[in-house]
């Protein structure tokens, strides 16, 4: 079923046209190992090439394991893996941001310049239909006008969203289903 979605999500709002290729950002966690294993599956089939792009903030100890968990897939599959450590805890102190805000702006960074190295046409990202659902919410919280409660895309540049339509509940389960036995993140 999900297979099938993203399909339809790829092909209706034209995320990946023939030829294309596409940075996945993978944290290892559910939405994104199912975001990596739908684009793999997909990409002899609608013709496209995918790369990985994996950050390691340096606050988890388990990151690590997350980095091996990630990397052990793209070794399996042949997927060129890009790997970025940093120590986002003293860099955001010292550039006087929040961890999240830091963190946030070391991985869209990183991921944009996967894409430029490696003639990516988008950076493909797991935002899913409940971080939509977030999105829209805390959107109306803070005031936005109508703007802000139409929530995400699923193309905002060069970043697309094959998943913004995906209940987290069937994401779950399509990771449990094919054993893909994702980090916790």
């Known amino acids: 079923m999900i297979l099938d979605k ?10 990946i046209k ?8 993978v944290s290892g ?25 994996h950050v390691n903030h340096g606050i988890r100890k388990e990151s690590d ?7 052990n897939y793209c070794k399996k ?14 860099l955001s102190k010292e550039n006087k941001m929040s961890e999240e805000t830091y963190g946030r ?12 190295e490696e003639n990516a046409s988008a950076i493909a990202v797991a935002h899913n239909l409940n971080d939509n659902v977030e999105t829209v919410l805390l959107n109306e919280l803070r ?14 540049g060069y970043i697309i969203r094959p998943l913004l339509n995906i209940e987290k509940k069937d994401i779950i389960l399509y990771n449990n289903e094919l054993e893909l036995n994702p980090c916790i993140d």
């Open 6 to 15: 993203v399909k339809n999500n790829i092909i209706e709002n034209e995320l």
């Open 18 to 25: 023939n030829g294309d290729k596409v940075v996945v950002a």
């Open 29 to 53: 966690g559910p939405d994104s190992m199912c975001l990596l294993d739908t684009l793999n599956k997909l990409k002899d089939e609608l013709n496209f090439s995918i790369c990985v792009a």
């Open 65 to 71: 394991d997350e980095k091996v968990y990630v990397e």
């Open 77 to 90: 599959y042949s997927i060129p893996f890009h790997y970025l450590k940093v120590d986002v805890p003293k």
């Open 105 to 116: 702006k070391v991985r869209y960074d990183f991921f944009e310049q996967v894409r430029i």
């Open 143 to 156: 005031g936005c006008g109508l703007k802000g409660l139409t929530g995400m895309d699923f193309r905002f």
